[in-house]
């Protein structure tokens, strides 16, 4: 079974569980809590942690500037308790499917076979090493099965995401150079300067993190990706690939071949509803 498949899983999964860090309705379910702007994005995210300090957030969540981490965290946690902020993220996922996929969707045997095969994958993954994915798989399973569904993609998104900042660190790759490098491979889902803004790194950290790159041959004169620069980046996104395929091997690739077909009509339903801006 090909390593690709764990990328094709990703990519075809994600948009049901990342419509979370879009969605009006999280929005108003964090600011209903006391908890506004982006800070509601590291405070939700995080909170199945709990009422860690601003340092394991960093740590976790990794490409973003420290300062913008510690505007939100540990002060997020005056304002709400972590269990009120898991709960209001469950709810605002359980109000933003419903409203895009409509209740025929929601209520449907398609659902609750993709919810059943998305958690049993879920199964193959293991906390070690993967601090962020421990968190939510302590988490209670919700009963309604696209709820399920939503919370089994989330659990193997953050599986994968752990391992992807494995790789990072064993390449030396810190989090301003890690978008750096995803930049100069010119398939950012994100234009740069917007990517490099919801990061809020500064000049000067984003203009030392270049000047490494460059010291180590990765990037050129115009920051895209050296050869040498692009082989590291497809061994990190190899390893990537590699380390988050135990869920697909533990399913099959015949079953992982359904999940994929049956979500890629609600992952389009929900790009296609706008709710990623």
Wanted: a negative charge.
């Amino acid at each position: 079974m090909a390593a690709t498949l764990a990328r094709k899983m990703y990519r075809t999964l994600e948009p049901y569980h990342a419509l979370i860090y879009f969605t009006p309705r999280a929005t108003e379910a964090y600011a209903a809590l006391g908890i506004t702007g982006q800070d509601g994005y590291f405070a939700s995210r995080a909170a199945a942690l709990g009422p860690v300090p601003a340092e394991v957030v960093i740590a976790t969540f990794y490409n973003f500037a420290p300062d913008l981490v510690r505007h939100a965290i540990p002060a997020a946690w005056d304002v709400a308790p972590p269990a009120a902020l898991v709960d209001a993220r469950l709810g605002a996922a359980d109000a933003a499917l419903r409203e895009i996929l409509g209740g025929e969707a929601i209520a449907s045997a398609e659902m609750r076979a993709a919810a059943d095969l998305a958690r049993r994958a879920t199964e193959a993954c293991t906390p070690e090493g993967r601090p962020l994915y421990a968190a939510h798989a302590a988490l209670p399973w919700a009963e309604a099965a696209h709820l399920v569904l939503w919370q089994a993609i989330t659990l193997l998104r953050e599986f994968r995401g752990d391992g992807h900042i494995a790789a990072l660190v064993v390449e030396g790759i810190d989090g301003c150079e890690a978008l750096l490098t995803h930049a100069g491979a010119g398939d950012s889902a994100l234009p740069v300067p917007l990517l490099r803004a919801s990061r809020a790194w500064s000049d000067d950290a984003w203009d030392a993190a270049r000047a490494r790159l460059r010291d180590r041959g990765w990037l050129d004169g115009d920051d895209r990706l050296t050869p040498e620069g692009a082989a590291v980046r497809r061994r990190v996104e190899d390893i990537t690939d590699e380390r988050a395929m135990a869920p697909w091997r533990h399913i099959g690739e015949d079953a992982a071949d359904r999940l994929r077909s049956t979500v890629r009509t609600w992952s389009r339903a929900i790009v296609s509803s706008g709710a990623f801006g």
